[in-house]
């Protein structure tokens, strides 16, 4: 069969397709071929790159693990009970998607700031946020839950309610049922979930800066080390990108292939 | 109070509106009926999926469910053994793992044994380390059962056990599931809207309708005094047993037992069940000399029941295992068919459905 789309048409998506592939793809180009691989790492080994690598690796485990420990009861309410006002709970906490991290970093400041609504008394129990690496974990977690919880839900409702009932009936409780059959069943969507969301967490940049600042070793996580170390050493802010985009085309094809594997 | 399971419920459900009671001592009961009759809720009601607004669920003695009372046990503490319409077997483990499921209560050595020896019982010795997606149908519905009785339920409900399988798997999952049931040992409540199947599983069946019982009996007392038009449409099919085995033209006899020998285009060999539904009966005196017909399987009958149907009558025979045929009023008239009249029956090979027993 012969396609009756006129040629042109074809030439326009081929055409599009061209610029938009080569519009992603030659900043990454920009970021490995500037700089030989060899200096790029070796331009790792100061202090200041380690410790920004470090901070982040540790404040996204931690924002990682808070929002699946309460993101996945949250996401599996959601997605399996109907009650009045859920249409508002889930634009609430979607709302992160779409807020800009400056009035995250702002708002979480209001809340949870010194002369925030909780503030003193956070300050008090010792979990401040403004200025602290407590901050940067806050903005994090703000900010990259709304990819667990969606993912997450997603995984839930698509699951056969009849299973959690036959669990039930061979003698296992709510919360034994949840933990053997639910979470075992949506956990293609959960590792999805909690990978975009690590991404989205690593990436972060305007709402720590404003509730956290960029001091080395307490705030300042790669994104702000980039930034900060950019106008100065510029070679720096190329091995530290390069070691960011790893990560994600990392995590990025880690999903895609389970995912793909996951699918029926 | 009653032994064995006491379900009775009266609540809404969406545009159903259910009120119904069954009662199972030992043995099984089939709950038969349209789609959308009530059937499963039912089932979900006696297992505790489903809370009705009013309801009593008992099993032996003890309460499971009491609306007036505040009564209600959540389902993992009934020990009611269910098997879902599409099975429900829990994807992310093997076959073993998912009959040793209900079993977290025993040492792990003796749960391993009671999943090996249930697997072994099944014939999935070879399949306990599969997943469910690569079982067969009829695996999994083995897997189903085996899982439902592993910790010793003291009620096994089935909600369509059969529906999810091809017609090819159905016949003999049907044989494995009645020589099961037979041995279950609890009461049973079986939900189906196939009343042959009904009637070769279960002792006794009560239909439902729009939410409520019709009618309920044994599948050969429906079959022939049917409460009313609803019932006799939906239950039909008797049952004859016998030994079948191939005979010429591809057709396969049944000698029947008490007597009398049928024709069916089914293949079977052994003990079969084979059924004929009312309406391709027909009946001829005996003191007439048969014309010519295509009806291949011709039996001697004494009348035992005339039950009329408003334009129609069910006729109960003694071949000498029952059967009923379904005729008009008219024809019923014109014979002056009367309980001892000598007849016979006629219908076709074609018409006769073999299943192995």
Not at chain 2, 23 to 52: D, F, N, Q
Request: hydrophobic fraction near 50%; include cysteine.
């Amino acid at each position: 069969m012969t396609s009756r789309r006129p040629g042109w048409f074809v030439a326009a998506t081929v055409l599009g397709l061209a610029f938009a592939l080569a519009f992603l793809f030659l900043p990454i180009v920009g970021i490995l071929a500037d700089v030989p691989p060899g200096e790029l790492v070796s331009r790792l080994d100061d202090g200041t790159s380690l410790d920004a690598l470090r901070l982040s690796l540790e404040t996204t485990a931690i924002s990682l693990g808070i929002i699946v420990a309460v993101g996945t009861p949250v996401a599996c309410l959601l997605a399996t009970r109907r009650f009045r006002g859920r249409a508002l709970v889930e634009t609430l906490l979607e709302l992160p998607l779409v807020l800009p991290p400056a009035v995250a970093g702002i708002g979480l400041l209001a809340a949870f700031g010194p002369q925030g609504l909780l503030g003193s008394a956070l300050d008090d129990a010792g979990l401040g946020i403004a200025l602290t690496t407590g901050g940067v974990v806050a903005a994090q977690t703000f900010v990259a839950s709304p990819f667990y919880l969606r993912q997450a839900q997603a995984a839930f409702g698509a699951l056969d309610p009849a299973l959690a009932e036959a669990s039930r009936t061979l003698g296992a409780g709510e919360a034994a049922t949840f933990g053997r059959v639910v979470v075992p069943g949506a956990a293609g969507g959960l590792v999805t979930g909690a990978a975009l969301a690590w991404g989205r967490a690593l990436g972060e940049f305007g709402a720590t800066l404003i509730v956290a600042g960029s001091f080395r070793g307490i705030s300042q996580t790669a994104p702000l080390a980039i930034f900060a170390s950019f106008s100065s050493d510029f070679t720096a802010a190329l091995a530290l990108s390069a070691v960011l985009l790893a990560v994600s085309g990392a995590l990025l094809l880690g999903v895609k292939l389970l995912t793909g594997e996951a699918a029926p | 109070m009653t032994s064995g399971l006491l379900v009775e419920a009266a609540t809404r459900v969406g545009a159903l509106e259910l009120a119904a009671r069954v009662e199972v001592e030992r043995g099984c009961l089939a709950l038969a009926g349209p789609s959308g009759a009530g059937k499963t809720t039912l089932l979900r009601i006696a297992a505790g999926l489903l809370r009705p607004a009013r309801g009593l669920v008992h099993c032996d003695g003890d309460v499971w469910l009491d609306t007036a009372a505040g009564a209600d046990l959540p389902p993992e503490r009934r020990r009611c053994g269910v098997v879902f319409q599409h099975y429900a077997l829990f994807p992310h483990l093997s076959a073993h793992d998912n009959v040793a499921y209900g079993l977290r209560r025993l040492p792990r050595p003796e749960r391993r044994r009671r999943a090996a020896e249930l697997l072994e019982r099944f014939g999935l010795a070879e399949r306990a380390g599969a997943r469910p997606r690569d079982l067969s149908g009829g695996e999994r519905q083995r897997v189903a059962l085996a899982r439902a009785l592993a910790p010793r339920p003291r009620a096994l409900l089935l909600d369509e056990p059969l529906s999810a399988l091809d017609a090819r798997t159905r016949a003999g999952a049907r044989r494995e599931l009645a020589s099961l049931l037979r041995g279950a040992g609890v009461p049973v409540l079986l939900v189906t809207h196939d009343f042959a199947e009904a009637a070769q599983l279960a002792d006794e069946v009560a239909v439902l309708d729009t939410g409520r019982i019709v009618q309920r009996g044994a599948p050969a007392a429906l079959a022939l005094s049917p409460a009313s038009a609803f019932v006799a449409d939906f239950t039909g099919a008797s049952v004859l047993v016998g030994m079948a085995r191939p005979a010429p033209d591809g057709l396969t006899a049944v000698a029947l037992e008490g007597g009398g020998e049928i024709a069916s285009t089914d293949s079977a060999t052994g003990p079969v069940a084979a059924t004929v539904d009312p309406w391709e009966v027909a009946v001829a005196p005996a003191d007439r000399p048969p014309g010519p017909t295509s009806a291949r399987n011709r039996l001697s009958a004494t009348v035992a029941t005339v039950t009329p149907l408003g334009n129609r009558a069910r006729v109960g025979l003694e071949t000498p295992q029952p059967l009923t045929a379904e005729l008009t009023g008219a024809a019923v008239r014109d014979l002056r068919l009367a309980p001892g009249d000598r007849v016979v029956a006629t219908w076709k090979a074609t018409a006769t459905r073999l299943v192995a027993r």
